[in-house]
């Protein structure tokens, strides 16, 4: 079963794939209609991003989910693709938003002479132009938002100790909560209960004050503790009290 945070990657780069084809498709249209000058700058610029973006973002999707380790899959690697394609998409955003109104006008006979077309009219321009305007916005609204959302659960991660967590896959890195078998690297553990004082040893055998320890009765020692004697090779819970426990507990005879 997937975790909320593949179900929320997943959900942004299925609809980055889906509106870069949109704007693939649109570019690509107006490239091969419209004569190259100064007001059409923005469509090679348009097509250069979205193709990096369809490299990119389904090469993420697919080796996050291989079991085989690549460099690739590193919440590192991961920040710093999704950061350019973000970034890229918003200097698309903005430069199309902000660039000046024109007219199309046609060449039909190749003399220099502009007519208005009926077939692809100004109107037509601005319509699919407006369209690429606005995916390329939402593209840059939804990678920035996963950049952000990757970049502050990554810091929360390495401010509780998991300083090695740049270097951990994404995808099975888990991102709302601690894995039993983690170990924290450099520091404190994500959560605030106490490390865990189970530890398998010999009775009798203590590593710290105040510690319970597990572990098996040697069959050649006996019990003194309680009522009931322990039997030997059994497996028993000993508590080990800290020395001023100690030093104040009546001694057994």
């Known amino acids: ?37 100064e ?7 348009a097509i250069f991003i979205a193709v990096l973006t369809l490299l990119i973002i389904p090469a993420l999707m697919i ?18 693709f999704v950061g350019l394609l973000g970034l890229l998409w918003f200097i698309l955003g903005i430069y199309t938003a902000t660039s000046p109104d024109t007219e199309v006008e046609c060449d039909f006979d190749g003399d220099g002479t502009f007519e208005e077309s009926d077939e692809f009219s100004t109107d037509t321009f601005y319509a699919q132009f407006h369209a690429l305007e606005a995916f390329a916005i939402f593209n840059a609204i ?3 938002i996963y950049f952000l959302l990757l970049l502050l659960l990554s810091l929360r991660q390495h401010r509780a100790g998991y300083t090695e967590v740049w270097r951990e896959p994404t995808t099975t890195y888990p991102w709302f909560g601690v894995a ?12 605030d209960l106490p490390a865990p004082v189970m530890a398998k040893g ?3 055998k203590a590593t710290k004050d105040g510690q319970v320890l597990t572990g098996s009765l040697p069959s050649t020692e006996s019990s003194e503790m309680g009522e009931q004697p322990m039997k030997a090779g059994g497996h028993y819970i000993i508590y080990i009290p800290p020395p001023a426990a100690a030093a104040q507990a009546p001694a057994r005879r």
Do not use: C, D
């Open 1 to 37: 079963m997937l975790s909320v945070f593949n179900i929320i990657r997943i959900s942004i780069f299925s609809a980055v794939i889906a509106w870069s084809l949109i704007v693939l498709g649109v570019a690509a249209h107006l490239n091969t209609i419209l004569i190259a000058n």
């Open 39 to 45: 007001y059409t700058r923005f469509i090679p610029l």
């Open 63 to 80: 080796f996050g989910f291989v079991r085989r380790p690549f460099m690739i899959q590193q919440v590192r690697f991961e920040l710093a």
């Open 142 to 144: 939804l990678l920035i």
């Open 180 to 191: 039993s078998g983690m170990a924290p690297k450099g520091g404190a553990p994500l959560t």
């Open 202 to 204: 010999k009775f009798g």
